[in-house]
Nanobody, 123 residues
Framework: QVQLESGGGLVQAGGSLRLSCAAS????????VGWFRQAPGKEREFVAA????????LYADSVKGRFTFSRDNAKNTVYLQMNSLKPEDTAVYYC?????????????????WGQGTQVTVSS
């Protein structure tokens, strides 16, 4: 399975970005998907997760109310809409997928990972 992220970039504090993650090969619609991020010198941390159907989502407290996770299974793509961005949101963002565990925040519960996309929020 190949996973791709896109949509990262540079934005000022208070701005918005939308990340997307698309997969080829396997049916992405069967997978629960998570977003994680890793800032320099820090451990990878959970951001958000969505079930295969899109009916349930889970967010880290740090992004709740600002980020929205959605998916379009017809396009084999998930989206992370990020609003009211803060400098502390600066990190490399990773998309991950799993078929077994459902809504989980632990990185080791995800089987497939993307390469990551840089998000930089300037103050």
């Amino acid at each position: 399975q190949v996973q791709l992220e896109s949509g990262g970039g540079l934005v000022q504090a208070g701005g918005s970005l939308r990340l997307s993650c698309a997969a080829s090969g396997r049916a992405f619609r069967n997978y629960n998907v998570g977003w994680f991020r890793q800032a320099p010198g820090k451990e990878r941390e959970f951001v958000a997760a969505i079930t295969w159907s899109g009916s349930s989502t889970l967010y880290a407290d740090s992004v709740k109310g600002r980020f929205t996770f959605s998916r379009d299974n017809a396009k084999n793509t998930v989206y992370l809409q990020m609003n009211s961005l803060k400098p502390e949101d600066t990190a490399v963002y990773y998309c991950a997928a799993d078929r077994i565990y459902g809504l989980r925040s632990e990185p080791d519960k995800y089987e497939y990972w993307g390469q990551g996309t840089q998000v930089t929020v300037s103050s």
